[in-house]
């Protein structure tokens, strides 16, 4: 006996009606989330402009085919590459990433919300000089600062409570979800278009989270939201031009996303039970990422070990001298820490050491600080003792560091480091739950992001250009009516 489906279409999955219905229909008037924003985005370019001074990062840039001239072509910051948007989108979000400098949002799901600042700065570019050719107006940075909002909130939602590592998906699926959805609206997307964008974002094939973690970790977790956001920018394309959508691109039973991509399980993993393997939302879409981030300010390391690498800063004064004293130094940490990016044995490249909790914190404890350079093979291999304080090391979790970090009314990232040397002394044990730019520390941590940027700048641009730049940043009105085309001015080379 034979059956035969059903050949009824469904109406598209009510998650990505959610989402749709967020990007078109929301008025964003918080001025708190706008005002993040507009430091998000000197930050995030601040770390792109700094990325450009290394030649492992630069190779990656550029027209496919060498020459090639785009008319009203997307600007890469730092450079002078016109490319079309969907590569232009690519390495804006690769010079971002590469560094491992910019936001973070840590939840079930971790990730850099600034990211999706790849595929929105491309596409506002490239159709504000478009318009004007065509004798309109172009796009404002209000609307820039936006799609940031809510391509923060979408990433950052779908995060609070899904994870999609732990069925070995790496987070830059939702970049390229986000991405494609405020990308979409940006081109003038109607409901039906933008819907049919998102539904192509789930149904590719996503990202292995393998290049992430040790033995096989390495550099295209630097380019690999760059990749993302490019495609988000490629799909909201062919939803406009009229490409058909897949409305049960989540839940259709045994084809679905939800069956295929996100109910694996095996004994290492803890999952809902099957009838529940779906996407919950722990709160409704707003603008509650934006002003929650977290910047990184004091540190290029992954952020799980910022209170570590601050930790062993207080630490170095007294250590400093008497590194070959050392008998062991004990890591506190939390559970996610542990998982993501606690490593013995040796580091292969800058990419795997910038993953490294023990690594991240045997550097400020030896020299006190911590910086892009560190991680290099030169200085690696020019500064043995690294890896023998990596060696010395004990890495424990405190369960109530781990149960704060998911608290969402503290989400702390907490690390403590004490050090034992081997006449029986032993320093204080130095702990830290709230890093420079989490939101409890947001007073403190603004002044060191502007100066952060101002640095940054400074590796790309003469004095000049730097307070031009400045003055337009500062000033929340006057970075809010500026032309996207002639903001992008600024930034090229």
Not at 180 to 209: C, F, I, N, P
Not at 423 to 443: F, M
């Amino acid at each position: 006996m034979s059956t035969v489906e059903a050949n009824v279409r469904p109406d598209y999955d009510a998650e990505l009606q959610k989402i749709a219905d967020y990007v078109l229909g929301f008025t964003i008037d918080s001025g708190e989330a706008l005002d993040t924003a507009r430091h998000c985005l000197m930050d995030t370019l601040g770390c792109g402009l700094l990325a450009l001074r290394f030649p492992e990062c630069t190779k990656h840039l550029g027209p496919l085919v060498e020459g090639t001239v785009v008319p009203h072509g997307a600007r890469v910051p730092g450079t002078s590459f016109r490319l079309d948007p969907v590569k232009a989108a690519w390495d804006i979000g690769a010079i971002i990433r590469w560094l491992d400098y910019n936001d973070t949002w840590l939840a079930a799901e971790w990730g850099h919300p600034s990211d999706n600042l790849g595929g929105i700065l491309a596409i506002a570019d490239h159709l504000s000089q478009k318009r004007l050719a065509q004798g309109e107006s172009p796009l404002s940075m209000r609307e820039v600062l936006e799609a940031m909002i809510m391509a923060h909130e979408i990433q950052g939602i779908l995060a609070l409570d899904n994870s999609f590592n732990r069925v070995g998906l790496d987070h830059v699926v939702l970049v390229k979800v986000a991405s494609t959805a405020v990308v979409a609206k940006l081109m003038g997307a109607g409901r039906e278009q933008l819907l049919s964008a998102l539904s192509h974002a789930w149904v590719d094939g996503q990202s292995l989270r393998t290049y992430r973690h040790a033995p096989n970790a390495g550099s295209r977790k630097s380019w690999a939201a760059g990749d993302a956001t490019s495609r988000a920018v490629r799909l909201a394309d062919i939803a406009m031009r009229g490409e058909m959508g897949i409305p049960g691109v989540l839940s259709a039973p045994q084809w679905g996303f939800y069956d295929i991509l996100f109910s694996h399980t095996n004994k290492n993993l803890a999952l809902k039970p099957e009838a529940e393997r779906k996407f919950t939302f722990q709160r409704e879409f707003g603008t509650y990422v934006m002003e929650n981030i977290l910047f990184k300010i004091s540190f290029p390391a992954e952020f799980h070990a910022q209170t570590a690498c601050e930790a062993a800063v207080t630490l170095h004064p007294e250590v400093r001298n008497r590194l070959e004293e050392i008998d062991r130094i004990v890591l506190t940490t939390h559970d996610s820490a542990i998982r993501i990016i606690s490593k013995e044995g040796g580091l292969a490249n800058p990419a795997d050491r910038d993953h490294c909790l023990q690594y991240m914190t045997a550097v400020p404890l030896i020299f006190g600080n911590l910086t892009a350079e560190h991680y290099e093979d030169e200085f690696h291999e020019a500064n043995p003792l690294i890896d023998e304080l990596r060696a010395r090391m004990e890495v424990v979790e405190d369960e109530a560091y781990s149960r704060d970090y998911y608290d969402p009314e503290k989400r702390s990232i907490a690390n403590a480091i004490q050090v034992f040397f081997k006449d029986g002394s032993a320093t204080e044990k130095v702990e830290v739950h709230y890093p420079v730019g989490h939101r409890r520390r947001r007073a403190e941590g603004i002044p060191l992001l502007v100066d952060k940027f101002r640095r940054n700048l400074a590796t790309r641009f003469p004095s000049g250009r730097c307070e031009e730049i400045l003055e337009v940043c500062e000033e929340q009105a006057r970075l809010e009516s500026t032309p996207v085309n002639r903001f992008v001015d600024l930034f090229v080379i």
